[in-house]
C-alpha cells in the first residue's frame, strides 16, 4: 500500500491547525492549579489556538540577537545561560506535552515531577546555535498546536494528576506558553542589563 500526500494541501509545520478551533480561554477554568497559575496568568485571556498564534516562539523571544551578544554570560554564578534557558523551555513543553496527551486520553496514571537542574545539566548545548534551538523549538510548538487541536472541548477540561496538583488539560496548553513567557521576562530583567 502506498502513501499518498495530497500535495493540495500545505505541507509546512508551520502551518495553522484547523482540526478544533480551541475556542476555550483560561479563564473557563473553573479555578487555576496551584503552582501552574503563575504562567497561565502571564497569557492574555484569549481562546488557546490564538494564544498558540500571538505568543509563538518568534514572538516570545523577539530580541534573539541580544539573546545572541550574550552568549555564555550569566547574571550570578551557577545561573543558566541563554541557550540553558531555551532549551529548559523546550524541555518543559515537552513534559506539559505529553502530560496533555495522557490526560485527554483518560490516563489516570499520576505522572511525575521532573528535575530541571538535572535536566540542564545533561545536555548537550556546546555544540548548538540559539537559531538551532529556534528551530527545534517551532517545531516542536507545531506539534504541540497540531495536538490541543485534536483535543474535543471534553477532553481539553478533562483533569490528571501531575506533581501531586491535579491540572486540566487546558491549563496545561496555556502553562507551557506561560512558562516561556516568565522566562523571557527573567532575560529582560536580569540578563539585557549586562550588555549595558
Not at 489556538?49 to 516570545?60: C, K, L, N, R
Not at 541580544?66 to 513534559?95: C, F, N, S
Not at 477532553?155 to 487546558?170: C, Y
Amino acid at each position: 500500500m502506498a502513501f499518498i500526500i495530497d500535495k493540495s494541501k500545505p505541507v509546512s509545520p508551520f502551518q495553522s491547525t484547523k482540526t478544533v478551533p480551541m475556542t476555550n480561554k483560561w479563564t473557563d477554568l473553573p479555578e487555576l492549579p496551584a503552582f501552574f497559575d503563575r504562567y497561565i496568568l502571564k497569557v492574555d485571556d484569549l481562546p488557546l489556538s490564538v494564544a498558540f498564534e500571538q505568543y509563538s516562539p518568534t514572538d516570545i523571544m523577539a530580541d534573539l540577537d541580544k539573546m545572541d551578544k550574550l552568549g555564555d554570560q550569566v547574571y550570578a554564578p551557577g545561573k543558566w545561560t541563554i541557550k540553558d534557558i531555551l532549551q529548559h523551555i523546550i524541555d518543559t513543553e515537552r513534559i506539559m506535552s505529553y502530560r496533555a496527551l495522557c490526560f485527554a486520553r483518560n490516563d489516570k496514571t499520576e505522572l511525575p515531577g521532573f528535575a530541571e537542574n538535572n535536566y540542564a545539566d545533561n545536555t548537550n548545548l556546546y555544540h548548538r546555535t540559539l537559531e538551532e534551538l529556534m528551530e527545534e523549538w517551532q517545531l516542536l510548538r507545531a506539534s504541540t498546536r497540531a495536538l490541543f487541536a485534536g483535543f474535543s472541548d471534553d477532553m481539553l477540561l478533562r483533569k490528571g494528576t501531575a506533581s501531586n496538583i491535579e491540572i486540566p488539560v487546558l491549563a496545561l496548553g496555556f502553562m507551557l506558553i506561560g512558562h516561556a513567557v516568565h522566562h523571557y521576562h527573567v532575560i529582560e530583567e536580569r540578563y539585557f542589563p549586562i550588555l549595558g
